[in-house]
């Protein structure tokens, strides 16, 4: 049967502070890019938006137009009508077939008029709409402008850094082949809960090099013995010695 390596906690701690600093130049490369990622993404958020809104305003646009042609279609029916009527006023045998003529031309007049005023009501919304339209054009051009900046930087950034960052990500796999798995499985876990990505702190001016809280005199004294691993009791970060951290170069 196999034997599973024992290691010190020592070992222990030099691999996983070795593993941090291999991450730490990593986090390194995201820092460099800064917030490009993120802005590249809003940007194109906004401009997959903004051309939404533009296709659904145009579409407006498109039924108010055919709304105003069926008005005008409706006019020169009602127009047509009138005249018809007219001349049959020429011909009417009495007072009452007149009267009736006369209803239908008024109501047909009526019509043109509402017609009308649902043409001039329409043609407003249509001026409205236009501004819409190239307020949302120039809003488009001139985010797909800043896209195309934003973009042209973080690829920059990527070229320049790519071949850099795939020889730390292996070191990086390598390493974590190295640490233990309980260990390695905390240190995961605690560079997840901070932004800096710190997960194994040195101790500084006797305090933790990640939440500056002060560490007791006895407990620096644990720390620098190694006899087992030593974690903040504020932020949780593991704990290593200045001379530990000196020793161990990547």
Same mark, same amino acid.
């Given at each position: 049967m196999?034997?599973?390596?024992?290691?010190?906690?020592?070992e $222990?701690?030099?691999s996983v502070?070795?593993?941090q600093?291999?991450d730490?130049?990593?986090d *390194?490369?995201?820092v460099?890019?800064?917030?490009l /990622?993120i802005?590249?993404?809003?940007?194109?958020d #906004?401009?997959?938006g903004?051309?939404?809104r533009?296709?659904?305003? #145009?579409?407006?646009?498109? *039924?108010? %137009?055919?709304f105003?042609a069926?008005?005008?279609?409706a006019?020169k029916?009602?127009? !047509?009508?009138? =005249? +018809?009527?007219?001349? %049959? %006023?020429?011909?009417v $045998?009495n007072?009452?077939e007149f009267? !009736?003529i006369?209803?239908?031309i008024?109501?047909?007049?009526?019509?043109?008029?509402?017609?009308e005023?649902h043409? $001039?009501?329409?043609s407003?919304?249509? +001026?409205d $709409?236009?501004r819409?339209?190239e307020? !949302?054009?120039?809003?488009?051009?001139?985010?797909?402008?800043n896209?195309?900046h934003?973009?042209?930087?973080?690829?920059?950034i990527i070229s #320049?850094? #790519?071949?850099e960052?795939?020889?730390?990500r292996?070191?990086? &796999?390598?390493a974590r082949?190295k @640490?233990? /798995?309980?260990?390695l *499985?905390?240190y995961?876990?605690?560079?997840k809960?901070?932004?800096n990505?710190? !997960?194994?702190v040195?101790?500084?001016? &006797?305090?933790?090099? *990640?939440?500056f809280n002060a560490? /007791?005199?006895?407990?620096?004294?644990e720390?620098?013995?190694r006899? =087992?691993?030593? @974690?903040?009791?504020?932020?949780?970060?593991?704990l290593?010695d200045?001379?530990?951290e000196a020793?161990?170069?990547i």
């Amino acid at each position: 049967m196999a034997t599973v390596k024992e290691y010190s906690v020592e070992e $222990k701690l030099v691999s996983v502070l070795r593993l941090q600093k291999i991450d730490s130049k990593l986090d *390194g490369i995201q820092v460099l890019r800064g917030e490009l /990622p993120i802005e590249v993404k809003d940007l194109e958020d #906004e401009v997959e938006g903004l051309n939404t809104r533009l296709t659904h305003v #145009e579409d407006e646009l498109r *039924g108010i %137009q055919d709304f105003i042609a069926n008005k005008k279609a409706a006019i020169k029916e009602s127009e !047509a009508l009138v =005249k +018809k009527y007219e001349k %049959q %006023q020429d011909n009417v $045998k009495n007072n009452r077939e007149f009267e !009736a003529i006369t209803k239908e031309i008024e109501m047909q007049n009526l019509e043109i008029k509402l017609s009308e005023k649902h043409i $001039k009501d329409a043609s407003e919304e249509i +001026k409205d $709409k236009t501004r819409l339209v190239e307020s !949302a054009k120039k809003a488009i051009v001139d985010k797909e402008s800043n896209l195309k900046h934003k973009k042209g930087e973080l690829e920059k950034i990527i070229s #320049e850094t #790519e071949k850099e960052e795939r020889q730390i990500r292996k070191e990086s &796999d390598e390493a974590r082949t190295k @640490v233990e /798995p309980r260990l390695l *499985g905390a240190y995961e876990k605690i560079r997840k809960n901070y932004r800096n990505g710190l !997960a194994v702190v040195t101790v500084e001016r &006797d305090s933790c090099g *990640g939440c500056f809280n002060a560490i /007791p005199p006895q407990r620096q004294a644990e720390i620098r013995h190694r006899k =087992k691993i030593i @974690v903040c009791e504020h932020c949780g970060r593991i704990l290593v010695d200045n001379d530990l951290e000196a020793t161990v170069t990547i």
